[in-house]
């Protein structure tokens, strides 16, 4: 039984000069503004959405967006310096240093974190926890939950990608796509090629390497969907998969049925799934410029 994960997602945006973030509050195209900022990157999962801002990319953590007399309040807290890439999981957001030396936790207080690991290539975070691979060898590790504690789960991959139940890899030449069975170094195939994976709580989706189309896997080896056609990127969230157009005019959301979208969004430079982004009270705000 994988992890259930309650905490409702939506999808967050950076506007196409990156000078603002916006929030999806809903059908038909309402988005509220949640950052005024110059914004560098969005990292979103469970446990919200974090942001590297300029101008010194330090990274910023949303803790709420509050309802006032004159509208919506997002409350940003500066939480950490910056780092090579952070990751979110289901309880907190992770960062490589920038020498990718070191990787350290957010411990939930305005720049406290403590150091869990030493030298990595590259951190993926999801509901199902936190991997990182070897700078040396790429082998991919899992961390058990306390300081310098991993697990090594795997060896290398093109990518990997985690959701609410488990990890899932990509190759190294891409021919194949392969699911953590939950024994170290055990795995599945699962899928053939894929130019890029992508996953959530919803799921996992791939790209074909030649179009671009988008599958969504099914739950057992080779039984894959297609549901779409190529992106530029995609965000997957705890009930479905937005999808950004190949020139980014426009963000689409995955009804449930087979090639099936509707048009939420506007121009966008990069969409990011996250959540606790609701609170009591909000209001849907203006709408995502368009």
């Known amino acids: 039984m994988g992890l259930q994960v309650a905490t409702p997602m939506t999808i967050c945006a950076l506007t196409p000069d990156k000078s603002a973030a916006f929030r999806y509050d809903g059908p038909p195209m309402n988005w509220s503004m949640i950052s005024d900022r110059s914004t560098v990157e969005l990292y979103g999962g469970v446990f919200g959405l974090a942001a590297t801002m300029n101008p010194d990319s330090h990274v910023h953590y949303l803790r709420r967006v509050s309802k006032t007399a004159i509208g919506l309040f997002p409350e940003w807290d500066e939480i950490g310096d910056p780092g090579a890439s952070f990751a979110v999981t289901a309880e907190s957001v992770y960062g490589l240093t920038p020498d990718r ?57 093109a990518s990997f990608v985690v959701t609410a139940e488990s990890v899932y890899a990509l190759t190294p030449d891409k021919a194949q796509v392969y699911r953590y069975d939950g024994t170290p170094m055990s795995w599945t195939k699962v899928g053939n090629a894929a130019g890029r994976i992508n996953a959530g709580p919803w799921g996992l989706v791939g790209e074909t390497p030649d179009s671009g189309d988008l599958y969504h896997y099914l739950g057992s080896p080779d039984n894959w969907e297609h549901i779409g056609g190529p992106g530029h990127s995609f965000a997957v969230t705890s009930d479905t998969v937005y999808g950004l157009t190949p020139d980014k005019s426009a963000v689409y959301r995955y009804n449930g049925t087979p090639n099936s979208w509707t048009l939420v969004g506007g121009p966008a430079d990069s969409i990011m799934a996250a959540g606790r982004v609701f609170n009591a009270g909000d209001i849907p705000g203006p709408n995502l410029p368009h």
């Open 101 to 157: 030396s070191q990787v350290w936790r957010y411990d939930g207080s305005p720049m406290s974190w403590t150091q869990i690991g030493t030298a990595a290539a590259q951190i993926y975070g999801g509901a199902w926890g936190l991997v990182a691979t070897d700078p040396t060898t790429g082998a991919v590790f899992h961390y058990l939950g306390s300081p310098f504690q991993w697990e090594q789960i795997g060896g290398p991959g």
